[in-house]
């Protein structure tokens, strides 16, 4: 009987079905050349026992693991959940499985590296890795051993290929359609290459096409929204103070939704008391019922895989570059003189409460 505080193996199991060792390796691996009876047998066996391949040790001897390490930057964020979960898919379809490395948004650029390290480490066969911030130095090294796709953004390397969404093209997108509602002076969050390699494009953008067209934009730098003893509330109050602000522009539906609840704890809503748009379409919004004009994505399309098979060592690089599609929504809309004079009235109200309240 094999000790029940150490796991099976293989021997154990063939101990069990009456069989050899080749035979269960055989049975297990799907190999054939082994009667249905006896396979029956050793499938009983294993499953008796609990036991399960050593999946490594296969890899070694088969050289294939049939494994994809994915690295996500913020596995909190719910658009890196609907990507995995397209990844996981599609791996699944082509007899792939996905490992991953993730962190909360909070890595610094050496807990990424190690990430990488860990992965590779697994003898994953291709890795895909989602971060908007991990240099592309980093990533080669690497991307020279194991075929490599970044997901999210673009590649500046040959070695390398990569799935990305056009981010001018949807900031552009987006100030336009807050153009079109009829805003002129508009509140625009932006960020730093160092802070997002993705959302700084996508924002730069937004305040540029916004001046383009003669608006009147207030650019936000994330990093004083950050710094501030108050963060969001304090970004949120900024812009109520100026009842000239129509619309303020998020860079990612998580930091429009913490906005919207900003906003709602001050009894405001949007797009009454002011529009705001948001970028990524995240499932989460729509279950607040705040599906704001803003880009979706296509998660689906980049979860997907190469059709060129991951075990070839050097697999030609490219890119794929996917536009994104704006459905329209619910905080952000035309503006009116009697929406603007409502939103002013509302403002100050709620201004006049607040200072209430503090005397």
């Known amino acids: 009987m094999p000790d029940p505080r150490t796991a099976p193996t293989i021997i154990d199991v063939a101990r069990r079905a009456g069989v050899s060792k080749s035979v269960v390796s055989r049975t297990l691996s799907g190999s054939g050349g082994v009667a249905a009876g006896t396979q029956e047998r050793v499938r009983l066996a294993a499953a008796e026992l609990g036991y399960v391949a050593n999946a490594m040790a296969r890899g070694m001897v088969a050289r294939r693991t049939h494994t994809i390490g994915a690295f996500v930057r913020d596995a909190s964020n719910p658009y890196y959940g609907h990507l995995l979960t397209a990844m996981q898919e599609h791996a699944a379809a082509r007899g792939y499985r996905v490992v991953t490395a993730t962190g909360s948004g909070s890595f610094a650029v050496a807990d990424e590296r190690r990430a990488l390290e860990t992965l590779v480490g697994l003898q994953v066969e291709g890795l895909v890795v989602c971060s908007g911030l991990l240099p592309v130095a980093d990533v080669l090294p690497h991307a020279r051993r194991v075929p490599t796709v970044l997901a999210g953004r673009p590649a500046t ?83 109520l103070a100026d009842p000239a602000i129509t619309a303020v522009m998020a860079p990612t539906d998580h930091y429009a939704l913490a906005i919207l609840e900003a906003l709602d704890r001050r009894g405001l809503r949007a797009p009454d008391d002011l529009s705001v748009t948001g970028y990524d379409a995240v499932a989460r919004s729509h279950d607040m019922g705040a599906a704001a004009g803003r880009p979706r994505h296509a998660r689906r399309r980049r979860g997907r895989f190469p059709r060129r098979r991951t075990h070839h060592r050097y697999p030609p690089p490219g890119d794929q570059r996917t536009t994104d599609q704006r459905p329209d929504g619910r905080t952000a809309t035309p503006l009116s003189r009697s929406t603007s004079f409502r939103a002013c009235s509302a403002r100050i109200g709620a201004a006049a409460t607040r200072g209430q309240q503090r005397s």
């Open 157 to 239: 390397d040959r070695a390398l290929s990569s799935v990305y969404c056009d981010e001018i093209d949807g900031g552009r997108g987006m100030a336009d359609h807050l153009w079109s509602l009829g805003h002129r002076r508009v509140a625009v969050v932006t960020l730093r290459p160092e802070r997002s390699l993705t959302q700084a494009p996508r924002t730069a953008e937004m305040a540029r096409r916004l001046h383009e067209f003669g608006a009147d934009v207030v650019e936000v730098p994330d990093e004083e929204v950050r710094a501030g003893d108050d963060g969001i509330n304090g970004l949120v109050e900024r812009l």
